[in-house]
């Protein structure tokens, strides 16, 4: 195990308590993410694929500290994301319950500032998004959703290199607060 | 089980928190209903944030927005107004052909239905002189077009063809100040010349200042011109004054009202009565001058004082018949033989009518076709002017009787042009008409 693979795994990712958000950026920043999934594909279509409150859930977990507080961020998200859509309340929560905790769980042992572990993070959540979300749609609701997998790369390639610039923004906005 | 929660708090956190969503789905899908509270929280927290955007996007980025589409609309509408301009030319054009169809069809049903035989021609250029009103048609003596052919069109006459080239015609038009043609009113059967002028309006000259002509009667051939035939449309009349010695009769011809394109060329033209006349007209009541062949009568039959009329020759004619074949009329049973007419000899003058062409069978012949007065038994027609005997023939004498066998002409669409004595017109200078009666029709024994 070279050095550098071994400071990717034990150093302790941020935890400091002045780092992280006040409460009121924890409530406007997903509330902005779920609005600009909602309002922007109305007017630029092709940002339709952009998960936002996925990426800032996952920003989230990986620096919460916490599987728990992350988890619960991760439903409250999701839950909002429910309430605006036409399926049943909790569909999303569940999902992103689910990203909250694993992300919390993996900040624990990667060191999340470097920006390779965060692109692979956010693609590996994005997909672990969409899939989940899908069994869960067969499995729950019974509909007979396709899951296109080459779609679901590519559309996780494109969140992932856009959580680079978007976690290096939230975390300067934490620092700020 | 306190060291299970302990040693394994957030694994179980998580599952409490999954089952808890999994619970409230399954109540959404089982009851079929839906959690309100936690929508209506989401939807009224989100949509005043986004009430707010649309309002600040409305007032900035669409502000912006509509100033670049303004200044597109410039553009855009220098775009339309050039396509507009297209479609404009483009409508014009197809309203041309349409209009050419639409004459192109009249034309046909003209042809087709006028009893004149008819070629169609199309106007392809002007003739010199600053004067002249001549114009070449596309149809010449390949055609069969001659010199002295009329040419009209559904609407009236248009002119005659001065010169026949093998691919072109010269057709003078009535307008040119060298045309004349004879004509006759509608209304008060006046006879005149009608002349061009050199302009649109046509003059009808040699009427006496004495004769009566309304503004706005029509004018038809008259036919003694022996160019155009007798019923074609003139034109209607637009001033009637009173001149030194004859009226200045001006008509508006209506053959050549919006120009001149499509035009026919009469090939072999056919009288037809003057549609709609108050007064019958006497001009054509009068028989054509006697031949050579009437006038040299032979010998052992009745005088010309005693043979007057057609009836009277054809009736000498019977009574010749009857001698050959021993027959004698008014005897026999009804059903036994009659003479045969097919023989009659060549006596009186008079041709054997068996003669190709140049009669038709008694029966056969066209309503209508015959001139007033001179339709054989059983061929006049009611409300024709004369009576029709059921026991006498009466030879047509007046004219030539090569009637073609063609519907009426196209004026009768309007079902005021009846073609009861059309007879073909001689186009070159008028050799007398040929006293030549029509096919006797044969009267049976018992009606003698």
């Not at chain 2, 026999?332 to 003058?349: A, C, L, Y």
């Not at chain 2, 056969?364 to 001179?374: D, E, N, R």
């Amino acid at each position: 195990m070279t050095e550098y693979t071994e400071r990717l795994l034990t150093e302790t990712p941020r935890k400091d308590a002045a780092d992280r958000f006040r409460l009121v950026w924890l409530v406007v920043i997903p509330l902005v993410a779920v609005l600009s999934q909602v309002y922007v594909p109305r007017f630029v279509p092709f940002l339709a694929y952009l998960e936002l409150p996925l990426l800032i859930t996952v920003h989230f977990a990986l620096t919460s500290g916490g599987p728990i507080p992350a988890l619960f961020y991760g439903m409250s998200i999701g839950l909002v994301q429910d309430s605006l859509s036409h399926q049943p309340i909790g569909m999303y929560g569940i999902v992103k319950t689910l990203v909250g905790y694993f992300a919390a769980s993996v900040s624990m042992r990667f060191d999340v500032q470097n920006p390779v572990v965060t692109f692979i993070l956010a693609f590996f959540f994005y997909f672990f998004h969409q899939f989940f979300y899908w069994v869960l749609s067969r499995a729950l609701l019974g509909e007979a959703l396709g899951f296109d997998a080459q779609q679901t790369v590519i559309f996780g390639l494109l969140n992932a290199a856009v959580a680079l610039p978007l976690f290096r923004l939230l975390d300067k906005l934490k620092v700020a607060s | 089980m306190d060291f299970f929660l302990s040693r394994y708090r957030h694994l179980t956190v998580l599952l409490i928190v999954i089952t808890a969503q999994l619970l409230l789905i399954a109540y959404q899908v089982k009851t079929n209903k839906d959690i309100p509270l936690i929508r209506v929280w989401a939807v009224t927290a989100v949509t005043p944030v986004e009430q707010g955007l649309e309002l600040v996007r409305r007032y900035t980025w669409g502000f912006v927005e509509d100033y670049f589409v303004l200044l597109n609309v410039r553009g855009q509408n220098e775009k339309l107004r050039r396509e507009n301009g297209q479609l404009k030319i483009d409508n014009n054009y197809l309203r041309s052909e349409l209009s050419t169809a639409d004459r192109a069809r009249a034309l046909s049903v003209f042809e087709a239905r006028s009893p004149s035989k008819t070629v169609a021609a199309r106007v392809i250029g002007n003739g010199t002189g600053a004067n002249s009103k001549v114009v070449f048609v596309d149809r010449g003596s390949t055609s069969g077009v001659e010199s002295g052919m009329a040419v009209v069109t559904p609407d009236g006459i248009v002119g005659k063809v001065v010169d026949a080239y093998p691919t072109a015609s010269l057709v003078m038009l009535i307008t040119d100040p060298t045309f004349a043609a004879g004509v006759v009113s509608q209304k008060n059967r006046v006879h005149g010349t009608l002349k061009g002028q050199g302009h649109a309006e046509c003059l009808v000259d040699y009427v006496q200042n004495e004769e009566h002509v309304d503004i706005g009667e029509w004018f038809y051939t008259s036919g003694d011109d022996r160019i155009f035939p007798k019923g074609f449309p003139v034109g209607q009349v637009t001033a009637a004054p009173n001149g030194k010695s004859f009226k200045e009769i001006y008509v508006s011809p209506s053959g050549m009202q919006g120009g001149v394109e499509e035009v026919l060329i009469v090939l072999q033209g056919v009288h037809q009565e003057v549609p709609g006349g108050e007064i019958s007209s006497p001009a054509y009541t009068i028989l054509a001058a006697p031949t050579e062949a009437t006038a040299q009568t032979p010998e052992g039959a009745p005088q010309p004082g005693a043979l007057a009329t057609d009836a009277d020759r054809l009736r000498a004619i019977y009574k010749d018949v009857g001698v050959e074949q021993k027959h004698t009329y008014g005897e026999g049973v009804p059903g036994s033989k009659p003479p045969d007419f097919t023989k009659i000899p060549s006596i009186h003058g008079v041709p054997a009518p068996n003669t190709a062409g140049q009669a038709q069978p008694a029966g056969q012949t066209k309503p209508g076709q015959s001139q007033a007065g001179q339709a054989p038994v059983g061929l006049s027609q009611p409300g024709q002017n004369q009576p029709a005997p059921a026991k006498t023939v009466a030879p047509k004498t007046a004219t030539p009787v090569v009637t073609k066998p063609k519907p009426p002409a196209a004026g009768d669409d309007t079902d005021d042009e009846p073609v009861a004595g059309s007879t073909p017109v001689p186009r070159k200078p008028a050799p007398p008409a040929a006293v030549r009666p029509n096919v006797p029709a044969p009267v049976p024994d018992n009606n003698q």
